[in-house]
């Protein structure tokens, strides 16, 4: 029978610091699957083991977040006790884009807090080898990935391990790491991908048991966190279907895990035993702090889930000097005089923060339109001055610039492939954001209508159902979509259609348009992307 988890107040941690949301703590207990044996509950032996766990992931590069949550692991560090086994994890995507300076002060952010082992993720892999290489040279923590399968001649060879044993007050745990199975459908085409191969789920999940059996059979440990790129749906089936894992701090999918839930992040390893599991969001929005302990035997007994949100603390002066001594001061380009709020559903709904970049990206080239799928958009424009950081946290990818020849067919397949991400619960790859056209799109993702808007201002229809191979337009993109990002269009390292390839990102593009306004501008909204309501919704 399982036994059930209730949220109790407790008072076995202060509470922590800053704004905390939906923070609980929880008894935690043994159980066994209810079609084999009850297992007797775990005897509790005179010591406990505290440990005070601060967690991020997928931070994105950006810097901003960086310098605030530079202030939580500072607090962190005055207010956890001496006596409670502290870590600093993070599971990846902490780096973003092709920028090796931004990529610089991602590295070092993880220095500066004191992180001690990430897990290799997605965005990582947008470093070339020969640079991320670079960065694990400087680098205090070790970057790690059980189911990485590196080249022997690749500059990354060696710099990235399965495992890592660490003591607290002499207590020994095992950290392992996971990068995501669907490595390829994330990353560009380059030699990261080529250099580094990903195993698929099923074969990482029998990598993460034997590497388990091992730290507990030959090492002795039996306190076992996971830090996994894998998402949140992966991660359940690893929690439930191995044995001797206790905590996995979740990644990828960008999902926020308050509280303690038993069967949402409460679950229950083979052998009955629990493992908790954590995912703090994106973008370097919130920062987890996870309190458990356990007993002598390795089994957690009691565990407290908190989220902090990053805007509560200020960025530091320190900080900000710090990653202003690597990337430059901020040169400020424009001012916003009135700004619509984001959307709270980035990926599958109209951007007008995203439409000033695709303006600048079709007006600075002088290209018939301009495409940017909505999953580089990771900021967004605030009332007052605007400066280049705040441009590079709104798009840090960083990608190449690239003008090319597309079809009516090559656009409609692109908008139709972002369609797809109202259907896909992390709502990936997103739609695509759009200059020069419109479109209109039903919330189930089926293309309703688009329009071609030419330099005087008329509109022209597009026939979605039947799409012309011959009608030609001139596009700006970035090298990413260009390629088959994300596969909205075909995968090819050198596609055809492309007539012109830029060493600068849309960044450049961004601040050289804003630069231009003799007036402060606003962010209103926009008809680029329409999304309707489904006739027949399934």
């Known amino acids: 029978m399982i036994t059930k988890i209730s949220a109790l ?44 766990i601060l967690a991020i992931n997928d931070v994105h590069g950006k810097m901003t977040n960086m310098e605030r949550i530079y202030a939580v692991s500072k607090q962190f560090d005055r207010t956890t006790s001496d006596d409670c086994d502290k870590f600093k994890l993070a599971s990846g995507d902490i780096i973003l884009g092709a920028n090796y300076t931004s990529n610089q002060v991602a590295n070092k952010f993880l220095n500066w807090i004191g992180v001690s082992e990430n897990a290799l993720g997605n965005h990582e892999l947008d470093v070339i080898p020969e640079r991320l290489s670079e960065l694990m040279n400087i680098a205090n923590y070790k970057l790690l990935a059980i189911n990485a399968n590196v080249d022997p001649d690749s500059p990354m060879a060696g710099k990235i391990g399965k495992s890592v044993i660490e003591e607290r007050n002499g207590h020994k745990y095992g950290i392992i790491g996971i990068a995501p199975s669907d490595m390829n459908e994330r990353v560009k085409l380059n030699d990261s991908v080529k250099d580094i191969k ?67 992040n409460i679950l229950y390893s083979k052998s009955g035993e629990p493992v908790i599991l954590t995912e703090y969001g994106k973008d370097g929005e ?91 958009l990771r900021g967004h424009f605030s009332e007052g001055p605007v400066d ?86 001139t596009a700006a993109m970035d090298d990413f979509f260009a390629t088959g990002g994300d596969n909205y269009l075909p995968t090819n390292e050198n596609p055809d259609f492309v007539i012109q390839k830029l060493n600068f990102d849309k960044n450049k593009l961004a601040c050289d348009y804003i630069r231009k306004f003799d007036k402060p501008f606003e962010v209103t909204e926009n008809d680029k992307v329409t999304i309707i309501p489904a006739e027949n919704k399934n």
Do not use: C
């Open 9 to 52: 107040k407790l008072n076995t941690y202060k509470p922590v610091f800053g704004k905390v949301e939906n923070n609980s703590e929880a008894n935690v207990s043994n159980h066994k699957p209810e079609e084999t044996e009850p297992k007797e509950l775990a005897k509790v032996n005179p010591e406990t083991i505290k440990a005070s």
């Open 198 to 264: 990903i195993d698929d789920f099923d074969t990482t999940l029998n990598k993460v048991q034997d590497e388990v059996n091992r730290l507990r059979n030959e090492e002795g440990i039996n306190k076992i966190i996971v830090l996994s790129h894998s998402g949140l749906k992966n991660d359940k089936k690893l929690a439930q279907n191995t044995t001797g894992i206790d905590i996995i701090h979740s990644a990828h999918t960008h999902e926020l895990v308050k509280d303690l839930e038993n069967g949402v």
């Open 388 to 473: 280049s950081r705040l441009i590079n946290d709104i798009t840090p990818f960083e990608d190449k610039i690239w003008i090319g020849k597309l079809s009516e067919k090559d656009i409609v397949d692109a908008i139709k492939v972002g369609g797809k991400s109202f259907k896909h619960s992390t709502h990936k790859p997103g739609i695509l954001m759009i200059s020069g056209m419109k479109y209109t799109m039903t919330d189930n993702g089926e293309l309703k209508s688009l329009k071609f808007i030419d330099k005087d201002g008329r509109e022209h229809d597009i026939d979605v159902n039947n799409p012309s191979t011959e009608r030609k337009f």
């Open 286 to 376: 919130n920062v987890g702090i996870l309190n458990v302990e356990f007993n002598n035997d390795g089994v957690i007994t009691k565990a407290q889930n908190n989220v902090v949100k990053t805007r509560d603390f200020n960025r530091t002066l320190s900080a900000r000097a710090a990653v202003e001594s690597i990337i430059g001061k901020p040169e400020i380009i424009g001012h916003v005089s009135k700004a619509v709020k984001p959307p709270k559903e980035r990926l599958i709904q109209n951007n007008p923060h995203g439409g000033i970049i695709v303006d600048a990206m079709k007006n600075e080239l002088g290209t018939d339109i301009a495409i940017l799928n909505a999953g580089n």
